[in-house]
């Protein structure tokens, strides 16, 4: 499956934004999406990840109450909703899918996206 991120830009602190991830090439309702992050000289870090049907969401401790995943099967799109955004929040935001269980380690995700950048200015 290829993935597509966008939605990135420049914000003020407690602006939201709206992450998009289109997936093309294979059965998009096969996979467990999952955003993560990477931030200037930082390990890519895990954000959040949604189930096949979307039933079961996990996130971050950092982003609970604050962030949202979502997906769009008939639209092969996963979403991450950001509010109240954070300085610490800056990052390229990456989208990834796997065909197995959910999980918030990189290397258990096959596919990735390119990234999007996200700027969250004080």
């Known amino acids: 499956v290829q993935l597509q991120a966008s939605g990135g830009g420049l914000v003020q602190v407690g602006d939201s934004l709206r992450l998009s991830c289109a997936a093309s090439?294979?059965?998009?309702?096969?996979?467990?999406m999952a955003w993560f992050r990477q931030a200037p000289g930082k390990e890519r870090e895990f954000v959040a990840f949604i189930s096949w049907n979307g039933s079961m969401k996990y996130y971050e401790d950092s982003v609970k109450g604050r962030f949202t995943i979502s997906r769009d099967n008939s639209k092969n799109t996963v979403y991450l909703q950001m509010n109240n955004l954070k300085p610490e929040d800056t990052a390229v935001y990456y989208c990834?899918?796997?065909?197995?269980?959910?999980?918030?380690?990189?290397?258990?995700?096959?596919?990735w996206g390119q990234g999007t950048q996200v700027t969250v200015s004080s």
């Open positions: 990834a899918g796997d065909t197995s269980y959910g999980s918030r380690l990189v290397q258990a995700y096959d596919y």
């Open positions: 090439g294979r059965t998009f309702s096969n996979y467990v």
